[in-house]
T-cell receptor
Framework: DAGVIQSPRHEVTEMGQEVTLRCKPI?????LFWYRQTMMRGLELLIY????????DSGMPEDRFSAKMPNASFSTLKIQPSEPRDSAVYFC?????????????FGEGSWLTVV | AQSVTQLGSHVSVSEGALVLLRCNYS??????LFWYVQYPNQGLQLLLK??????LVKGINGFEAEFKKSETSFHLTKPSAHMSDAAEYFC????????????FGKGTKLTVNP
């Protein structure tokens, strides 16, 4: 089975440009998560969706960040305008929530460098 | 609020030696506990998880962890380290029946010396 698929895997962009990261969750999963990983702050949850609805976006750093999930098989994380401090690895993850809990599966990450 | 503390950001062991990575959690509700491994330039892979029931949990690659409620701990062990175990390990917690989001520790980087 295909895992969580993220694109692009690597992106280098100039400050001020718009960045869009894409994610395809595992088929049948009903929850989707966006995490950011940096050396300084470790792994931080930015936002998560359940059944395509945003449940908790308290981790989204500021208005420059936005996330959408238009359907069960696709999500985007957008940064506009981008800044050098946004340089990080962005992970998308998905899970199937059941009465006995859930296991979150991660994609390979999108490595973003803003110069 | 939940939190995870991983004692030791770097752990170094010799090949064949015991691996012990420490994790303590804080949670006001019964927790689900997880260990993930991250190899260089890769995503996170689930090693093992505790939900309910047996407190000693076995995972992939010979790793296991024991949930100790009285100590609020979920330490990861492996009897004999292999070179291929060199990676970064993350402990994480979520709450049972509530939010499914994971709160991660800062990670422990394991080095295995020949």
């Amino acid at each position: 089975d295909a895992g969580v698929i993220q694109s692009p895997r690597h992106e280098v962009t100039e400050m001020g440009q718009e960045v869009t990261l894409r994610c395809k969750p595992i088929s049948g999963h009903n929850s989707l998560f966006w995490y950011r990983q940096t050396m300084m702050r470790g792994l931080e949850l930015l936002i998560y969706f359940n059944n395509n609805v945003p449940i908790d976006d308290s981790g989204m750093p500021e208005d420059r960040f936005s996330a959408k999930m238009p359907n069960a098989s696709f999500s985007t994380l957008k940064i506009q305008p981008s800044e050098p401090r946004d340089s990080a690895v962005y992970f998308c993850a998905s899970s199937l929530r059941t009465v006995s809990g859930n296991t979150i599966y991660f994609g390979e990450g999108s490595w973003l460098t803003v110069v | 609020a939940q939190s995870v503390t991983q004692l030791g950001s770097h752990v170094s062991v010799s090949e064949g030696a015991l691996v012990l990575l420490r994790c303590n959690y804080s949670s006001s509700v019964p927790p689900y506990l997880f260990w993930y491994v991250q190899y260089p330039n890769q995503g996170l892979q689930l090693l093992l998880k505790y939900t309910t029931g047996a407190t000693l949990v076995k995972g992939i690659n010979g790793f296991e962890a024991e949930f100790k409620k009285s100590e609020t701990s979920f330490h990861l062990t492996k009897p004999s380290a292999h070179m291929s175990d060199a990676a970064e390990y993350f402990c994480a917690v979520s709450d049972q029946g509530g939010s499914e989001k994971l709160v991660f520790g800062k990670g422990t980087k394991l080095t295995v010396n020949p």
